[in-house]
């Protein structure tokens, strides 16, 4: 166990729709990263946070959007949904900002979109 | 465009030889590399890394070589234990504008007994 809570593990939706991932980082860390999984690919860097602030910017649609709270869990939304944004969508978190850091992850949210 | 990769998407091993992964990348703005193992149905866990200053880092049975040259990086697993099973990330840090991971699509580890 990471440590890091998402939620829900599965959500499946219509296209067209618009869904919002939740996640709870580690005790501590002040840092938020959202990765996409599609199928056969790696890990796709969206976006990260920290501290509240947008830290950095990966290839994240313009149909998503994502926020960090004071109490520094992240939502990402997505809007618009289309059959391609079906993934895993993967939270990590890391007490710093750096990318040199491990970063935890937690067990991610599966997407489908019919 | 993909800057991380692993060409092999799977390997098999017998349980107490020597597994080995490889991962290249294409650009020489990394300069931190980070392995990742995930087993079905949790999230990627940290396993090892190196800076792209050193050659080898070695962590009990895990061992990363990098040969910047060459753009290429492997991990070594000795012996290779069927708790191995798995799929095995590699990652670079990207230092070009803000600091990013950037995740190859992974080689799947079988360990065979």
């Known amino acids: 166990d990471s440590g890091v809570t998402q939620t829900p593990k599965h959500l499946i939706t219509a296209t067209g729709q618009r869904v919002t991932l939740r996640c709870s980082p580690r005790?501590?860390?002040?840092?938020v990263y959202w990765y996409q999984q599609s199928l056969d690919q790696g890990l796709q860097f969206l976006i990260q946070?920290?501290?509240?602030?947008?830290?950095a910017k990966g290839n994240i649609l313009e149909r998503f959007s994502a926020q960090q709270f004071p109490d520094l869990h992240s939502e990402l939304n997505l809007s618009s949904l289309e059959l391609g944004d079906s993934a895993l969508y993967f939270c990590?978190?890391?007490?710093?900002?750096?990318?040199?850091?491990?970063?935890?992850f937690g067990p991610g949210t599966r997407l489908t979109v019919l | 465009d993909q800057q991380v990769k692993q060409n092999s998407p799977s390997l098999s091993v017998q349980e107490g030889r020597i597994s080995i992964l490889n991962c290249d990348y294409t650009?020489?703005?990394?300069?931190?590399f980070l392995w990742y193992k995930k087993y079905p149905a949790e999230g990627p866990t940290f396993l090892i890394s190196?800076?792209?200053?050193?050659d080898k880092n070695e962590d009990g049975r895990f061992t990363v070589f990098l040969n910047k040259s060459a753009k290429h990086l492997s991990l070594h697993i000795v012996p290779s234990q069927p708790g191995d099973s798995a799929v095995y990330f590699c990652?670079?840090?990207?230092?070009?504008?803000?600091?990013?991971?950037?995740f190859g699509q992974g080689t799947r580890l079988t360990i065979n007994p």
């Open positions: 990590a978190s890391s007490p710093g900002w750096s990318s040199y850091n491990e970063q935890f």
């Open positions: 005790s501590g860390d002040l840092s």
């Open positions: 946070y920290y501290n509240g602030e947008e830290r």
């Open positions: 650009n020489s703005m990394f300069d931190y």
């Open positions: 190196i800076s792209s200053i050193k």
């Open positions: 990652a670079g840090t990207l230092i070009q504008g803000a600091q990013k991971l950037v």
